[in-house]
Every structure is written in C-alpha cells, then in structure tokens.
C-alpha cells in the first residue's frame, strides 16, 4: 500500500496535485498494484508478445498452442480475469522468459516490462523483482515513467488526452482512458 506520505512526497517530487497520481493507479489497477495471491497485478499482452519474440529473432508462427496469448494484432475480449494473468505469464515465460516478461503491464501503475529502462532501472530482471517487493516500488517506477517520457506537463495541465496517447498507446481513446482519468482525478480531488 502506498502511504499518503509517498503520494504527497511523489507529487511533490513532479510537481502535481496528488490527486492527478492518485487517479492513474485508480484507473490502471483499480487501485491495488498487487492480487489477493500477493503476486503483483499484471494484464498479459499476446500482441506485445508477438513483437517481443520477433526482436528476439523467433518467429511466432512457429509457436503451437498458444492462440490465446500469442497472436500478431489487438483485439478485445481475449485477456480473462485478472485472476489469471500469472497462469497466462506463466506460460509464455515457458516459451521465452524476456519476451514474456516484457510483454505484461506491472503493478499498480501498469507499467509495460519492456518500459524498465525508462522506470529507473538497470535490467528488466530488476524492474521484475522490485515490482514484487512493494507498491512503492510501483510509485518510483511510474515517477521515472512519467519524468523519462516527458509527461509531468500533461499531468500538471491535467492534459488526460496526451497523457493517455503516451501513456496508453492508440487505443487509449478506444477505452476511454482520458475520460476515466478526468473522472478519477474529480474524485479524489474532491475527497483531498
């Protein structure tokens, strides 16, 4: 659980209302980074993990028996429960750890694995084993996001669309993320 030290010292830190930190976890993770199992909440992405193995030099098409966590394009429908996300993981790891792991979005900000570098750290193993430990782990990893992609602006103007274009990706309209953003941020502005 992030403190509410940690969500005023980090919007310090950027400058922001906390509020506006406050509405990103509650809209990427409901607001709780980890399960009820204590594995750490994560959504499994088959079309990152398609682009994954191919930079890895392994061609998808090859792969049997995995049409539900591995195929080339989006598409909705396809993620199951939250509640199943470690067993879908746990299968593409079988098929490639680093393109599986890079593949899920971490934790109570939703973090992509393949971002680890531009949340503060060395290797994708140390992103991996910091998201396990604790959710304020998940709030240094989201402010080396935020910081490294440029977006503290979009947050201090509460520019929820272009912060929802970087931070979402194309889709981010599609899913109406700008919109669950400005209604998160209501809320907890109006219980500060």
Same mark, same amino acid.
């Given at each position: ?6 969500f005023?010292d ?6 922001v ?15 709780d980074?980890?399960?009820?199992s204590?594995?750490p909440?994560i959504?499994?992405?088959p ?9 890895? $030099?392994?061609d998808?098409?090859?792969?049997t ?5 591995l195929?080339?394009?989006?598409t ?17 790891i ?12 971490w934790g ?7 971002n680890?570098?531009?949340? $503060?750290?060395?290797?994708?193993d140390?992103f ?6 604790d959710?304020?782990q ?10 490294s992609?440029n ?10 669309v272009g ?5 979402n $990706? ?5 899913n109406?993320?700008?919109e669950?953003?400005?209604?998160a ?6 219980s500060?």
């Open positions: 659980m992030i403190t509410e030290k940690a005023n980090s919007a310090v830190l950027l400058g209302e906390q509020a506006v930190i406050k509405a990103v976890a509650e809209v990427e993770s409901s607001g980074g980890f399960l009820p204590g594995h909440k959504l499994f992405e079309h990152v993990f398609w682009a994954e193995l191919k930079k890895r $030099g392994i998808p098409k090859t792969i028996g995995a049409s539900d966590i195929y080339e394009k989006w909705t429908g396809k993620y199951g429960k939250t509640s199943a996300q470690p067993e879908r993981l746990k299968r593409a079988a098929i490639n750890k680093d393109a599986a792991l890079s593949s899920a979005s109570r900000f939703q973090i992509m694995g393949y680890w570098a531009a949340s $503060g750290f060395a290797t994708l140390a991996i084993a910091a998201i396990h430990i959710e304020d998940h709030l240094f990893a989201f402010i080396n996001f935020v910081k992609k977006l503290v602006d979009e947050l201090r103007r509460k520019d929820w912060f929802a274009k970087v931070y $990706g194309s889709g981010y309209k599609a109406k993320y700008d669950k953003l400005a209604t941020y209501s809320k907890f502005k109006g500060l």
